[in-house]
């Protein structure tokens, strides 16, 4: 009879038999030559273990292999459990889901600027590849464009720093989370206004660090009060993140209140400041944008960061950086050493030739941000026309954060409640086709964030659908 070998499954195992004929010359015995009984061998192989009996039936031996499966631990780390996902990248997947499955949704959810890449930065990428420019970089980034990141920084914020204090990286949020964990320990809070970027609590929270939400007020702008602020730092705080422009309110910090907030943290030896300025070109007089590092006393401790996504148009290109002094940003260069060393060499040669557009980006810049202007104008109007709606005008980024408070506790036929931003998201959704992030997810459930970084044309049809979705909303009496 030949060997075989037989399976069989059941909910819990998988059990395999090896039947193995030899000839009784070949048999194992012990030393009385007898059948030596049950073996058990175990080794790793996945998630198997495997034992073997042996069985004498003349005239011959035949010895069994059994294989069964055990459970594979899927469990993950506290850390890991403890993060919340990124709201605005689950809602943008959700979106584009849907319309690859034929559903004609208006996506007014993502920060991504909906402008090509201005092509003398394009045709530095492209000259990149074709002259062989394609291997690593020193980690912190290349000389060049550390050069061209200080020149920018003095001529265009005020704040002056050397090659060795610039960090390139991997976009401005890999800029941001290095320099969180590098400069907070287990039992830090890091201080943080809301409405926030969505990933700084979860920053904060990988660095095994405390994030304290200080709110803010739409009637106010949604700028941080210098008096909150002072009432909330403790020992224990290390870093206040500031954003400006903002994300997701549009709200530009004026240098005043900034200088305001920069005598109170001069008290607090612990205390440091990171400050987020990716949308610093993006912004619309008379607003103007102030570099907090610039203000007395602030540049030895605060950690700039910045980037080429929402200013050039170059999202896709990962290119962000951080400047400080060099004992911060050393700091943050050794952990980006062992997590993804240094940026990609083609968008760096890209950043280089971004930088060289002239001063705020140059003309190139000044038609994206006229263009935003024009839309942001847009919707303020349409939406102002709402009964019941507030709305703080952005005076920077392109986003519109609006409390839509009024339509929740309304009961919508087919559709159920309307409870919280969450639902009405879900609603303008299903209803409207129209892709909008929840407030909840920046720290401030009273409203849904719109980004105008689309077309005027898919933004004039999103507004269309809105109010009409919103409709059996106005009319409906809150339950």
């Not at 070949?26 to 273990?49: E, H, R, T, V």
């Not at 994030?211 to 909150?228: Q, R, Y």
């Not at 050393?330 to 001063?359: D, E, N, R, W």
């Not at 929740?408 to 409640?417: A, L, M, N, P, R």
């Amino acid at each position: 009879m030949a060997n075989s070998l037989r399976i069989c499954s059941s909910s819990s195992t998988t059990t395999a038999r090896l039947n193995l004929r030899a000839p009784p010359s070949l048999a194992l015995s012990d030393s009385s030559g007898l059948d030596s009984g049950l073996g058990s061998i175990s080794f790793p192989l996945k998630s198997l273990k495997f034992s073997t009996r042996q069985v004498l039936k003349p005239p011959h031996r035949t010895t069994k292999l059994v294989v069964k499966a055990t459970e594979v631990d899927i469990s993950l780390s506290p850390k890991v459990n403890s993060i919340k996902p990124s709201k605005t990248v689950a809602i943008a997947d959700q979106a584009t889901a849907l319309i690859q499955a034929g559903v004609p949704v208006i996506r007014l959810a993502t920060g991504e600027p909906d402008f090509d890449t201005p092509a003398p930065i394009v045709e530095a990428g492209k000259n990149a590849i074709c002259e062989g420019y394609t291997r690593y970089t020193p980690n912190a980034g290349t000389l060049e464009i550390r050069q061209a990141i200080c020149h920018k920084l003095k001529e265009e914020n005020g704040i002056s720093y050397t090659p060795d204090q610039i960090l390139v990286s991997n976009g401005a949020k890999q800029s941001s989370v290095q320099a969180v964990k590098a400069v907070c320990s287990p039992g830090d809070e890091v201080i943080i206004p809301a409405p926030f970027y969505v990933s700084y609590p979860e920053m904060a929270r990988m660095a095994d660090a405390k994030p304290v939400i200080l709110p803010t007020k739409i009637s106010e702008n949604f700028l941080l009060d210098p008096k909150a602020l002072e009432s909330k730092l403790t020992e224990n705080s290390r870093l206040l993140i500031l954003c400006s422009p903002c994300n997701p309110t549009g709200s530009v910090y004026p240098k005043r209140l900034l200088e305001e907030i920069s005598q109170i943290v001069a008290k607090h030896p612990r205390l440091l400041v990171l400050t987020d300025e990716i949308y610093e070109h993006i912004i619309y007089a008379p607003a103007t944008h102030t570099s907090f590092a610039s203000l007395p006393g602030m540049w030895e401790r605060t950690l700039t960061v910045n980037g080429f996504s929402k200013t050039f148009a170059m999202t896709g290109w990962r290119l962000g950086y951080l400047a400080g002094p060099k004992h911060f940003v050393s700091a943050c260069g050794k952990i980006q050493s062992q997590f993804t060393s240094g940026a990609s060499s083609i968008s760096q040669k890209a950043g280089v030739a971004a930088l060289g557009l002239g001063y705020a980006g140059g003309e190139a810049v000044s038609i994206m941000v006229k263009a935003f202007r024009e839309r942001r104008d847009f919707l303020v109007k349409s939406f102002g026309e709402l009964e019941g709606v507030k709305i703080s005008e952005p005076q920077g980024a392109f986003y519109l954060f609006i409390d839509f408070s009024s339509y929740y506790g309304t009961e919508v036929e087919g559709f159920g409640k309307i409870e919280n931003s969450e639902s009405l998201c879900r609603y303008l959704l299903d209803e409207g086709q129209v892709a909008l992030v929840p407030g909840d997810a920046f720290g401030d459930d009273s409203c849904i964030r719109i980004s105008y970084a689309a077309s005027l044309t898919n933004i004039q049809a999103a507004v269309e659908r809105i109010k009409k979705a919103l409709l059996p909303l106005r009319q409906a009496v809150p339950v």
